[in-house]
């Protein structure tokens, strides 16, 4: 029996779970501040931003395949014995060793979940810049919809009256808050009082909402979520290559359809040359965005393998409750009685879809006789 991993001495499967709820609540923040908060002119490009996420999350889960591939490992075990120059010669054998493994023949397959995951980035970018942040993560809640579509399509998984119920409340708890986002009671322009402080309300002026838009974004990013996300379920179950090596594939093949919108964007008029150009006003908000999705994209990978999809959900409810909370203390989001019913509603349905599904009831132990 393997024993679990562990981080500080708390469950690894646990931390994943409740680092995933806050980086999602941070990510919908810092991104959406990111966005409202500077005048169109002054806007970094959220292609470089999806760019420069893959580059990252592929390196580091490149270093993090290396450190786990078994040549080091069998350095490890005869450190002692070996010379500074073998030991460099056993890195290189297990840096080629790892290409080897990431340009494996069956490499192909993860192309497919990689254009759908940069089209899901590129689509988040627009939903976040339209929507408040509570709206778009309770809305964003449909993914669990089309994911289970998507399972039942493509993994023939079969899903329970309850769960189907559950799906059923959650579409009416997205609609609802969709509501009264359409009536303007949500949408209204918020002036964060955390940016206040700093001085730079001002800014959040600039940018107006365009609720619409956001919406349409944040549908078609749930579409995205699910097939890519069954599809690269299907493709980790399908074969015994490491997680990290999987992440790797990912990311080199995101990074054509991350590199398309970057090369066929018209020049700027004081071009600066190509690598100034497309990092043009990325700022500490800018990056930040960044470090928390190469962040979150890694977590997602350790939740994939130490926790499941089912606990998954659940993180990411508890993020919605994180968010909204942080939204009503940093912005001025108005709390209404309609947004209260509809995330109530997308959280009870989560909590139903989530439940384990009741065993076969077990033969009496006792047959009691009169
Ligand atoms: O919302 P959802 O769970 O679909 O988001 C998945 C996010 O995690 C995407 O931004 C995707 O790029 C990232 N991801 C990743 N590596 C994986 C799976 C997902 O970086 N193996």
Known sequence: NQV??????????????VTLAVQNAALSIVMHYSRVSTPPHLAYSPASAVLLNELLKGSISFFIALSHSQV???????????????????????????????????CWKLSIPAILYVIQNSLQFVAISNLPV????????????????????????????????????????VGIVQIQSATGAGIKQAIPKAANAIGSAQEYHYHVMNPLKGFGAVTA????????????????KGSKADLWVRNVQLSLFSLIPALLPILYAPAPINSKGFILDIFRNFGGWAWATVAIQVFGGLITAVVIKYSDNILKGFATSLSIVLSFLASVVLFDFHITFSFIVGASTVLAATWMYNQPERPASPPPLFVLSS
């Open 72 to 106: 080091l490992t069998d350095l490890n075990s005869t450190r002692q014995r070996k010379t500074t120059l073998g030991s460099i010669s056993l890195w290189m054998t297990a840096f080629w060793d790892i290409w080897g493994e990431i340009l494996s023949p069956d």
């Open 4 to 17: 679990p991993p562990t981080i500080c001495g708390l469950p690894l499967k646990y931390v994943s779970l």
């Open 134 to 173: 509570a709206t778009f993560q309770v809305t964003y809640q449909m993914k669990i919809l089309t994911t289970a579509a998507f399972s039942v399509a493509l993994l023939r998984k079969k899903l329970t009256g309850t769960k189907w119920l559950a799906l059923l409340f959650l579409a009416i708890g």
């Open 221 to 236: 990013a749930c579409f995205t979520s699910g097939l890519a996300g069954v599809y690269f379920e299907m493709v980790l």
